[in-house]
Nanobody
């Protein structure tokens, strides 16, 4: 079973930045599409960003231009750089494989508040 471990969340003021990281076992980061998702209080989980095996990136319109997804094949990690954070970005953030969903990890809490 693939175990995904997210880290890097925290409390940040509006306009601030955070960098999330997802650690995955084996070589799936280099061979599979990877994605970041989030679940805000009282809402359904939604996709945030994808990075496909050939390197193409896709972003949710509300985060495009502010968030950047990247991967490090040597470290088997997928990161999400989040800039210009807004209160509506507050959520628990998760990573997973969009075309081969695995068991969800515990996620990492991001809180944007002054």
């Amino acid at each position: 079973q693939v175990q995904l471990v997210e880290s890097g969340g925290g409390l940040v003021q509006p306009g601030g930045s955070l960098r999330l990281s997802c650690a995955a076992p084996g070589s799936i980061v280099s061979t599979d599409a990877m994605g970041w998702y989030r679940r805000a209080p009282g809402k359904e989980r939604e996709w945030v960003a994808y990075i496909f095996s050939e390197g193409t990136e896709k972003y949710r319109p509300s985060v495009k231009g502010r968030f950047t997804i990247s991967r490090d094949n040597a470290k088997n990690t997928v990161d999400l750089q989040m800039n210009s954070l807004k209160p509506e970005d507050t959520a628990v953030y998760y990573c997973n494989l969009p075309f081969n969903l695995r068991e969800w990890g515990q996620g990492t809490q991001v809180t944007v508040s002054s």
